[in-house]
């Protein structure tokens, strides 16, 4: 018995899994970054290495991607201004 699709599939499951239980961004995107790398072991492990070429290379573009947009919006959550009891009136 292979142990590539064992592992593959349990790191499918453990990040499909860290992923809806998780809150913090953070956390999700490692979780995300186990859901791949089950996915690309569980290509490989029914021998579509092209497609796994293709994969490996889009993965840390995609993590990539992921990081600059959290950094983006944990950046304009902490810009945007609190009000208060101050509401501007925009009607007459």
């Not at 072991?41 to 070429?53: C, Q």
């Not at 990539?64 to 919006?73: E, P």
């Amino acid at each position: 018995m292979e142990i590539l699709p064992l592992v593959s599939f349990f790191l499918t499951v453990l990040g499909g899994i860290g992923i809806i239980l998780h809150t913090d961004y953070l956390d999700k995107i490692i979780m995300f970054s186990f859901l791949e790398a089950g996915l690309v072991g569980i290509i490989t492990s029914f021998y579509y290495l092209d497609v796994a070429i293709i994969f490996s290379i889009l993965v840390p573009v995609s993590a990539t991607i992921l990081l600059l947009g959290s950094l983006r919006y944990t950046h304009i959550k902490r810009s945007k201004k609190k009000y208060g009891s101050k509401l501007p009136i925009l009607t007459k």
